[in-house]
């Protein structure tokens, strides 16, 4: 990665490349009895692949954006020019934010259920990554998805809701600056429930303006209801995603909130908006 060299960061480092699945996760593991910081170089999945194995450390976690939708790192207001966000590396402004886990298996920015999911699965097998791929996979897929039926226990409360999707937001966007959950907070102990519920095909680009113009909650086919503690049913096992990456979850799924758990560097200006 020649954008590496020259890159202005103060301070020793060392630079390992992984070689697949998981391999990430194994690195930041090892060293963080070694080093304050492990820096992630990727997207929202390589975020959370790094992120997860310092959970509950005192390791800070530094991201250098290179994904196609890079949610949490917008939120967190890290430059996604390389350079500066190297730069951004030599700053001392870190953070303790929540995490969230859906059946024990950690997620730091967004997980889903239902459409994104099914995108989520269909963008990974996808030649073409980036927004413009992403939206032209939700076209072509968003005429023949069906809503679903979901039984939701939110700190206790029940809900049953019919949902064109659900999402779990602990940050506010799902990434490209477009945002299901305006008034999200990754420091507030709470993950947002997101129920988009089923609407006219036609209305699906207004609810999209709605995402880039942070205005989702004003709208009436959008529920969101903050919770700690979540359980879904659904009638069958089926996609979810966790952070962008796509798996199938079981009919049950229990979504929990870990307050205060990941240190990370953030953006200069993310604590004037917190």
Same mark, same amino acid.
């Given at each position: 990665?020649?954008?590496?060299?020259?890159?202005?960061?103060?301070?020793?480092?060392?630079?390992?490349?992984?070689? !697949?699945?998981?391999? $990430?996760?194994?690195?930041?593991?090892?060293?963080?009895?070694?080093?304050?910081?492990?820096?992630?170089? $990727?997207?929202?999945?390589t975020v959370n692949e790094i992120a997860s194995a310092l959970v509950g450390s005192n390791t800070i976690l530094g991201v250098v954006p290179c994904g196609s939708g890079n949610g949490?790192?917008?939120?967190?207001?890290? #430059?996604?020019?390389?350079?500066?966000?190297?730069?951004?590396?030599? =700053?001392?402004?870190?953070? +303790?934010?929540?995490?969230?886990?859906?059946?024990?298996? #950690?997620?730091?920015?967004?997980?889903?259920?239902?459409?994104?999911?099914?995108?989520?699965?269909?963008?990974?097998?996808?030649?073409?990554?980036?927004?413009?791929?992403?939206?032209?996979?939700?076209?072509?897929?968003?005429?023949?998805?069906?809503?679903?039926?979901?039984?939701?226990?939110?700190? $206790?409360?029940?809900?049953?809701?019919? *949902?064109?999707? +659900?999402?779990f937001a602990n940050s506010s966007q799902y990434g490209n600056n477009a945002h299901i959950s305006p008034q999200a907070s990754v420091q507030d102990g709470l993950l947002d429930v997101?129920?988009?519920? #089923?609407?006219?095909?036609?209305?699906?680009? =207004?609810?999209?303006?709605?995402?880039?113009?942070?205005t989702t909650n004003k709208s009436r086919f959008v529920e969101i209801i903050s919770g700690k503690h979540i359980i879904v049913k659904r009638h069958t096992d089926g996609p979810m995603? @966790?952070?962008?990456?796509?798996?199938? *979850? !079981?009919?049950?799924?229990?979504?929990?909130?870990? #307050?205060?758990?990941?240190?990370? @560097?953030? =953006?200069?200006?993310?604590?004037?908006?917190?």
């Open positions: 990665m020649p954008e590496l060299v020259n890159t202005h960061f103060n301070g020793d480092a060392t630079i390992v490349f992984t070689t !697949g699945i998981a391999h $990430g996760h194994k690195l930041a593991k090892a060293a963080i009895n070694d080093y304050d910081m492990v820096v992630a170089v $990727g997207g929202d999945g949490l790192s917008r939120f967190l207001q890290i #430059p996604m020019d390389m350079e500066a966000a190297i730069k951004n590396l030599n =700053g001392d402004h870190a953070a +303790l934010i929540d995490s969230g886990t859906a059946n024990g298996k #950690p997620f730091f920015n967004m997980a889903g259920m239902g459409f994104d999911a099914h995108i989520s699965e269909v963008f990974s097998h996808g030649k073409k990554r980036g927004f413009i791929s992403y939206i032209k996979s939700s076209l072509q897929e968003v005429v023949n998805y069906k809503s679903q039926s979901y039984h939701l226990e939110i700190d $206790g409360n029940v809900y049953e809701r019919q *949902a064109f999707m +659900l999402s997101c129920v988009i519920k #089923p609407f006219p095909l036609y209305r699906f680009v =207004g609810l999209v303006i709605r995402m880039f113009t942070k995603h @966790l952070d962008g990456e796509p798996e199938i *979850a !079981g009919a049950e799924v229990k979504i929990d909130i870990l #307050p205060a758990s990941l240190h990370i @560097l953030v =953006g200069e200006d993310f604590n004037k908006m917190a």
